[in-house]
């Protein structure tokens, strides 16, 4: 009698385990199944608003296409919104949108990348561990900040060495994006140096090459997808700057004939005349027009880094191998 009621106790207990066990079971499998719907909903949601964005842009941009035409709106010397009748000739600031940015590309581009070999290769970890951290702030620094660091410190400096009636030229704006953008670049680039195997340099030296030769043939072509990401946020933080660049630029809607004059980019535009613009005028899709040619050449931008990158990744697993 007694073995009988043991044994019941005992698979009683045992049936009350295996329900325990299911329901943790159900309940992991309810959760993995949330987390899996909101990251899905998360990723939807990215691309539904990307989408969106598109379609208002390029919606909004149409009329002004339409009525102008896009040689016109493209290839058009003047842009005098106010005159009557009025110009929308975009050609002087694609012009000097892509001045400025080729000027602060040439800027952040070699110091960032310099940068980030010195802080990843050469530097100490103690004073890796101060310095990263300070280039990571600088990244996250307002443009509003380096607007007014340009104009209170390079525009009366570029006036007086060169010059110039006036210090709020392309080149001054080129100065300020470059360096906007060569914490973004020396921040990324160290982290795609700094993932590079250290077995990698290890076996370099030890064959017998210098660290300037290990540096140049294994660290850099390991590290080139990362590299070109890093560039890549470079050109995207100095093309889609809209203050810093509206405060030193000089703000004059003419075709620079050098840098040493005053320009007016893209995004100062949208940005000093968008909220003085009545709503559904062809002033206003004008400007959205202006919206849709800076997307459209960030994005070709963007699609040209990655068929960039791709090759790279592609070229160093075949080496690999």
């Known amino acids: 009698m007694v073995a009988g009621v043991e044994a019941y106790a005992v698979r009683g207990a045992g049936s009350r385990n295996t329900g325990r066990r299911r329901w943790r079971r159900r309940q992991r499998r309810l959760s993995e199944t949330a987390v899996h719907t909101l990251l899905a909903a998360a990723a939807a949601s990215s691309l539904v608003f990307l989408m969106s964005m598109i379609l208002v842009i390029f919606q909004q941009a149409a009329p002004a296409v339409i009525a102008i035409g896009p040689a016109e709106l493209i290839l058009g010397k003047d842009w005098y919104p106010t005159s009557d009748p009025p110009s929308?000739?975009?050609?002087p600031l694609?012009?000097?949108?892509?001045?400025?940015?080729?000027g602060a590309i040439t800027i952040a581009v070699p110091l960032g990348l310099l940068s980030a070999l010195f802080i990843s290769q050469i530097l100490p970890?103690?004073?890796?561990?101060i310095i990263k951290p300070a280039v990571e702030l600088l990244a996250g620094l307002p443009s509003v900040v380096y607007?007014?660091?340009?104009?209170?410190?390079?525009a009366p400096l570029t006036m007086r060495v060169f010059r110039l009636p006036?210090?709020?030229?392309?080149?001054?704006?080129s100065i300020v994006l470059g360096i906007m953008a060569l914490p973004t670049v020396a921040a990324v680039a160290e982290d795609a140096f700094s993932s590079v195997?250290?077995?990698?340099?290890?076996?370099?030296?030890?064959?017998?090459?210098?660290?300037w030769e290990t540096i140049s043939k294994v660290l850099v072509p390991a590290a080139a997808p990362g590299v070109v990401a890093a560039v890549l946020l470079g050109v995207g933080r100095a093309m889609g700057e809209t203050m810093a660049v509206l405060m030193v630029a000089g703000g004059a809607a003419v075709i620079p004939r050098s840098m040493f004059q005053p320009a007016r980019p893209i995004t100062a535009t949208i940005a000093a005349e968008m909220g003085e613009t009545p709503v559904g005028s062809l002033h206003y899709h004008?400007?959205?027009?202006?919206?849709a040619m800076l997307f459209i050449m960030t994005a070709a931008f963007n699609f040209a880094a990655e068929v960039?990158?791709?090759?790279?990744?592609?070229?160093?697993g075949g080496d690999a191998r």
């Not at 929308?88 to 050609?91: E, I, M, Q, V, Y």
């Not at 694609?94 to 080729?102: D, F």
């Not at 970890?125 to 561990?129: T, V």
């Open 197 to 211: 195997p250290r077995a990698y340099k290890e076996a370099s030296l030890a064959l017998g090459a210098t660290m």
């Open 147 to 154: 607007g007014l660091f340009g104009m209170g410190l390079i």
């Open 308 to 316: 960039l990158a791709r090759r790279l990744r592609t070229q160093i």
């Open 88 to 91: 929308f000739g975009a050609l």
């Open 286 to 291: 004008s400007l959205f027009a202006l919206a």
């Open 94 to 102: 694609l012009a000097a949108s892509a001045a400025v940015t080729v």
């Open 125 to 129: 970890s103690r004073a890796r561990s």
């Open 166 to 173: 006036t210090g709020l030229t392309a080149f001054t704006a």
